[in-house]
């Protein structure tokens, strides 16, 4: 099995992929970098910015 590296979901356009192990993961649809690591369970769009 090859070294896909880290999952990513990508903000603009939703496509899921994986980094290949590169350190700024693009996504290969929009072509936007993504830089967070972070995985939304959650799609909401919580304004409550204290
Ligand atoms: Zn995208």
Known sequence: ???LGKK????T???KFYDLGKPE???PKCG???QA???KED???DKDDA
């Open 1 to 3: 099995m090859a070294d």
């Open 8 to 11: 990513h979901e990508c903000e």
């Open 13 to 15: 356009c939703g496509m």
């Open 25 to 27: 993961p693009v996504c």
């Open 32 to 34: 936007v970098i993504e």
């Open 37 to 39: 690591e972070v995985t």
């Open 43 to 45: 799609e909401d769009d």
